[in-house]
């Protein structure tokens, strides 16, 4: 079992930066690939990012691609999604999610675990 609690969230103007943060906790937080999803009011939930259990692979949405990056820290047991250059677009309930997978998902189905969340809004 693993749990996973979201926090770095606020509000920026576009242009500016946040760092999402994903503590898990559970034994098998190291050998689990992760994975960041947004979600807006009335859209399907989507993929943003993902990381292997070792930091290797990453993958991105296109969307984001070049302004955001992933990381973990495995003796911390944390995911990071840096998020740079943000739009208005970006603004979205952004959650952490883990998969008992040896792959990186780039789709909702892919992952076991969520986080409960954290609101991401920028400002025009």
């Known amino acids: 079992q693993v749990q996973l609690v979201e926090s770095g969230g606020g509000l920026v103007q576009a242009g500016g930066s946040l760092r999402l943060s994903c503590a898990a906790s559970g034994r098998t937080f190291s050998k689990q690939p992760m994975g960041w999803f947004r979600q807006t009011p009335g859209k399907e939930r989507e993929f943003v990012s993902g990381?292997?259990?070792?930091?290797?692979?990453?993958r991105y949405a296109d969307s984001v691609k070049g302004r955001f990056t992933i990381s973990r820290d495995n003796a911390k047991k944390t995911v990071y999604l840096q998020m740079n250059s943000l739009m208005p677009e970006d603004t979205a309930v952004y959650y952490c999610?883990?998969?008992?997978?040896?792959?990186?998902?780039?789709?909702?189905?892919?992952?076991?675990?969520w986080g409960q969340g954290t609101q991401v809004t920028v400002s025009s």
């Open positions: 999610a883990a998969t008992s997978r040896l792959i990186v998902p780039t789709y909702e189905d892919g992952y076991d675990y």
């Open positions: 990381i292997s259990w070792g930091g290797g692979t990453t």
